[in-house]
């Protein structure tokens, strides 16, 4: 248990579902992050919440929706996805950019 | 865009062999710097990091070195063991609050008995 926590670990969705990956810290950071991780690519940061407020958004399709209501929990709405959607969702968390803190990720299958 | 790479896809080596994983980087702005180990299955684990204002910095049987003059980070692994299997990741980052860690594309390392 690194002390941040994803459910669910795995997820079956249609493409016309709406779901919902959660993520939580307890290690008392600042800054929540949302990655994609993709099959033989690196991992592709999505969004970036630091003090709650959303700091970067890296041209990220609408279907992706995050949601941060405070410091320790940090939502992914999806909606309409697409195959290619398909990956490893990681949550990390940190104190102004130090101690970073991945969690065990929630597996996506778009079908 | 990526601006952080690994130089090799994969690193096989013997168990007990010190293993040697590279790292370049590509943005002189960066200034802290991190290697992190990936296991089937689990997420990226911080294996150790390291400042810009050093060049060296060592762990329990892993040791961080980075020259600045060429971009290049390394992560050396001493004596390294079935376990030490999965793929390594360096990351850069500009140390101010809101800005987030680049990934490059990692080397898988695998130890065999």
């Known amino acids: 248990e690194t002390g941040v926590t994803q459910t669910p670990r795995h997820l079956v969705m249609g493409m016309t579902n709406k779901k919902s990956l959660k993520c939580e810290q307890h290690l008392g950071h600042n800054a929540m992050y949302w990655y994609k991780q993709s099959a033989k690519k690196p991992l592709e940061l999505m969004f970036v919440y630091s003090l709650e407020e959303r700091v970067e958004n890296n041209s990220v399709p609408s279907r992706f929706s995050p949601e941060c209501p405070n410091s320790s929990h940090l939502f992914l709405h999806l909606h309409t996805l697409q195959p290619e959607d398909s990956a490893l969702y990681l949550c990390?968390?940190?104190?102004?950019?130090?101690?970073?803190?991945f969690g065990s990720g929630t597996r996506l299958t778009v079908v | 865009g990526e601006s952080v790479g690994l130089h090799l896809p994969t690193l096989s080596v013997q168990e007990g062999d010190n293993s040697i994983i590279n790292c370049a980087y590509s943005n002189s702005a960066s200034d802290y710097f991190i290697w992190y180990k990936q296991e089937s299955g689990k997420g990226p684990q911080f294996i150790i990091d390291i400042r810009s204002n050093m060049d060296k910095r060592q762990g329990q049987r892993v040791t961080v070195l980075l020259n600045k003059t060429v971009k290049h980070l390394s992560l050396q692994i001493a004596a390294t063991q079935p376990g030490d299997s999965a793929v390594y990741f360096c990351?850069?980052?500009?140390?101010?609050?809101?800005?987030?860690?680049?990934f490059g594309k990692g080397t898988t390392l695998s130890v065999s008995s």
């Open positions: 990390a968390s940190s104190h102004a950019g130090v101690g970073y803190t």
């Open positions: 990351a850069e980052n500009i140390n101010q609050a809101g800005t987030a860690l680049i």
